[in-house]
């Protein structure tokens, strides 16, 4: 089981234990666009999440080739209207260590493995320190998370 089925699980759980709740005025939405990029790169095919500081239920997104994302509350396919509010950041992002090895046949002897090449700190919505308001009608969000480096990768 790779770390992302574990993150999904988690946001499954998360995501269901806010179901039953709705923010008080959750016929004032807003939409939300915008774009991660990590060290000025885009963070492509990034998990995108919101989650509510009060009541209500996430929303999420992936995030393009350039790194644009579109959040959808979850639960919903088509909707890219999410109740105003603020809500804590996080991202997930799976990287590939060593591909799927297949034997002759083209069956998996041995999987892939994958890391998530995100900060641990983004992975997170109580340690991302990123925090924003989705205001009623249009909303727009600019990401760009900082790997930290270590004294020995700084040193020239």
């Given amino acids: 089981m790779t770390p992302r089925f574990y993150f999904f699980i988690c946001f499954i759980a998360l995501t269901l234990s806010f179901a039953s709740c709705a923010p ?10 915008g774009i991660v990029r990590i060290d000025s ?14 009541e209500g239920s996430f929303a999420s997104g992936i995030a393009n080739e350039i790194g644009e994302f579109q959040l959808k509350t979850a639960g919903q396919s088509t909707s890219t209207a999410i109740p105003v509010g603020q809500y804590r950041v996080f991202f997930n992002h799976e990287g590939v260590a060593s591909p799927d090895v297949l034997d002759e046949d083209g069956a998996i ?8 090449d995100v900060p641990v700190k983004y992975t ?7 925090i924003v308001e989705v205001a009623e009608g249009e909303n727009f969000f600019n990401f760009n998370l ?11």
């Avoid at 008080?24 to 666009?33: A, F, L, M, P, W």
């Avoid at 790169?41 to 009060?54: E, G, M, S």
């Avoid at 002897?109 to 998530?116: G, K, M, R, W």
């Fill in 124 to 130: 997170n919505p109580e340690t991302s320190g990123l």
């Fill in 41 to 54: 790169q885009p963070l492509v095919n990034a998990d995108v999440y919101f989650a509510p500081i009060a």
């Fill in 24 to 33: 008080k005025d959750s016929n004032i939405c807003g939409q939300v666009e």
């Fill in 109 to 116: 002897v041995t999987p892939a493995t994958t890391y998530c």
């Fill in 146 to 156: 900082k790997v930290d480096k270590s004294p020995d990768e700084t040193a020239n």
